[in-house]
């Protein structure tokens, strides 16, 4: 058969059983009663509660495949195939569907039955229901809290297994302390209190054989926890009992609770709300949260605005904000502007039930230096990965620390030249507090006379960019870098105007190139007159000749064949009385290495040496051969 789960009311006669508590009657007559009954599900073994008289016969039908009914007590009460039960004499037995495990409880009292017809329980059921219909009977259930205490006439017959009988010590009627003892009356009548501790419907029997059905509750709220921002309320109650409770909280200043159980929240925090009954106390487990705003600063560009969000606010707490420093306006739903190379500090006060919240942002309007730094940002992208070479100019064929940093600055008007390592350091600020885009300077790095080895562009976070091997961006935490700093400087002023970008030609002033054919020719004949042996030694003398270019050096011009030409500098002799060997390379007669070393120095900017002077013999500890020279 179709395993179906079903319930059976309770069908009961009055009793004369006292109840301590108040309690809630529930009257059930001759109207449908809705129970759940799942169709095709495994049915457990459930008990139902009949009580009946001695003599009575009750028809149990349910519209379903035939129940094969057995009874556990035939002298109680007998069951027919068709369901009939007769209640034979007093006492407690099972009725139950063997196959379902169905269970009616059958207790019969001992009084006798005046009724001529049949009680018929009927049961039908539908997809999700079973309707339950008690004919000729009303039937009273007292409903009852959970650990209340019930009272019962002297000599009860019966205690279900989930009360326990209250302790008490017996007080002799007539002596001193009965006329003190609260439950004195109680001790002559001999009566018997018991306590609730479990869920659920109980038969409870006097002497007399009388039963009442008590149905047993576990109080229950509309909600165990709740979660919400400051100013928000929330209702607390008991879903399942109608009784007497009182409110509380165990910290007021986090949640409050009215005598109506009207929770609110008044600040952040944990706290518990208490609903005490007679018996019980009940919980509610409070979060309380304070609304929150993003302190992270904020970087505007130049017309740009930022809207202030304030979080968590369901509370829907009053919210204002001021201007704490700086030129900045913020309107009164908290939208921030800031005018140019300004910093604004906005604050969002948020007004709780209890205290104020208050949070401070700031906001930054495109400073000098960030202009600048956004401003060298294609130039030092240009320069990325181009090769270390001494003396290199060219940004994707060679550079050097100090050609990197020349060019960059061209870029966005802060120098129209280049210069070497020492002369930037010399024409720059000394700073203690180095932006993005400032220098960052070191010494040591090579054997030279001048203080200023290496340069770089400090990046931010501890970081620099620079003509390492090759160009890239490296830390300045490293042993290295940190033995030989010497600090930083700036070229940067608040009072500057903002930076413009120009172009810069690598092709001719910078390379030391763009000369003639005839004045490249009288350059390779320069150059191999002081030394032909070798590549690296004719690219030491032209090398020699753009270093000194490099400072205008002597006064003698700013390009490699000025300096080249400059009297009693380098091989070069102009006088007819005075003819030089020089004059016999002209027209192209020199070796090929010289021309190559020319054109590499000229062109692409490759240097092998950062000296100004050479001789044919050795000069101090610090000159060093190259090609049959010394260099110093």
Avoid at 194 to 209: I, L, R
Avoid at 604 to 621: A, T
Wanted: aromatic content about 8%.
């Amino acid at each position: 058969m179709k395993k179906q789960q079903v319930s059976a009311f309770i069908l009961a006669v009055a009793l004369t059983t006292m109840f301590m508590p108040s309690l809630r009657d529930t009257v059930v007559g001759a109207d449908s009663k809705k129970v759940t009954a799942k169709k095709d599900e495994e049915v457990k073994a459930e008990t139902s509660f009949l009580s009946c008289r001695q003599g009575d016969k009750l028809s149990v039908t349910l519209d379903s495949e035939e129940i094969k009914w057995m009874t556990s007590d035939e002298n109680v009460a007998s069951v027919s195939n068709d369901g009939i039960i007769s209640a034979n004499s007093k006492g407690i037995c099972d009725i139950s569907d063997i196959e379902t495990g169905y269970t009616i409880k059958v207790n019969v009292s001992g009084e006798t039955s005046q009724a001529s017809d049949v009680l018929k329980l009927n049961y039908t059921s539908d997809d999700s229901l079973s309707d339950v219909v008690v004919e000729d009977e009303t039937t009273t259930v007292k409903e009852i809290e959970i650990n209340s205490e019930v009272k019962a006439d002297a000599g009860a017959a019966s205690k279900p297994d989930s009360f326990s009988e209250i302790a008490k010590e017996e007080t002799p009627t007539g002596s001193a302390d009965a006329q003190n003892s609260p439950n004195a009356e109680d001790d002559i009548d001999g009566t018997t209190e018991m306590k609730a501790e479990a869920e659920g419907n109980y038969v409870v029997t006097d002497a007399n054989g009388e039963s009442q059905v008590v149905k047993v509750i576990q109080p229950e709220l509309n909600q165990t926890d709740f979660t919400g921002a400051v100013g928000q309320s929330t209702d607390v109650f008991i879903t399942n009992f109608d009784t007497t409770v009182k409110y509380s909280s165990s910290n007021d200043s986090i949640a409050t609770v009215d005598e109506n159980g009207k929770v609110t929240l008044v600040d952040g925090g944990e706290c518990t709300i208490y609903v005490d009954t007679e018996y019980n106390r009940l919980e509610l487990n409070i979060v309380s949260k304070v609304p929150t705003v993003n302190t992270d600063a904020v970087k505007l560009k130049d017309g740009e605005k930022s809207q202030i969000t304030v979080e968590g606010n369901d509370g829907n707490l009053p919210v204002r904000f001021e201007i704490v420093s700086g030129n900045g306006t913020v309107s009164e739903t908290g939208e921030v502007s800031v005018p140019k190379r300004d910093t604004t500090v906005v604050r969002t006060i948020i007004t709780g039930p209890l205290k104020e919240y208050a949070y401070d942002k700031q906001f930054t309007c495109s400073s000098i230096h960030e202009e600048y730094w956004e401003a060298m940002q294609p130039a030092i992208q240009e320069c990325l990965g181009t090769p270390y070479v001494f003396g290199g100019t060219v940004p994707g064929k060679g550079l050097d620390c100090s050609a990197y940093v020349s060019y960059v600055y061209r870029t966005v008007g802060l120098m129209n030249s280049r210069l070497t390592a020492q002369g930037i350091y010399n024409i720059s600020t000394p700073t203690d507090d180095p932006q993005p885009g400032d220098l960052v300077f070191f010494t040591g790095t090579y054997d030279t006379s001048d203080y200023i080895t290496h340069i770089g562009i400090y990046a931010g976070n501890n970081q620099m960019y620079h003509s390492g091997d090759p160009n890239k961006l490296a830390s300045l935490n490293t042993a290295y870098w940190q033995s030989h700093i010497v600090g930083y400087g700036t070229m940067i002023t608040e009072d500057m105007q903002s930076p413009t970008i120009h172009e810069v030609d690598v092709s001719s002033g910078t390379t030391y190139g763009g000369y003639s054919q005839q004045e490249l020719e009288l350059i390779w004949a320069i150059v191999a007159q002081e030394c032909n042996v070798n590549y690296d030694g004719a690219l030491a003398v032209v090398t020699c000749a753009a270093n000194r270019a490099d400072i205008n050096y002597g006064g003698h011009g700013t390009d490699v064949l000025s300096q080249l030409t400059a009297p009693g500098q380098f091989a070069y002799s102009p006088s007819v009385s005075d003819p030089s060997l020089w004059q016999a390379r002209l027209n192209g007669n020199v070796p090929e290495h010289v021309k190559k070393a020319v054109s590499d120095c000229l062109e692409s900017g490759v240097r092998n040496h950062s000296y100004l002077s050479f001789r044919s013999n050795p000069v101090g500890d610090n000159s060093v051969n190259i090609g049959g020279n010394w260099y110093f």
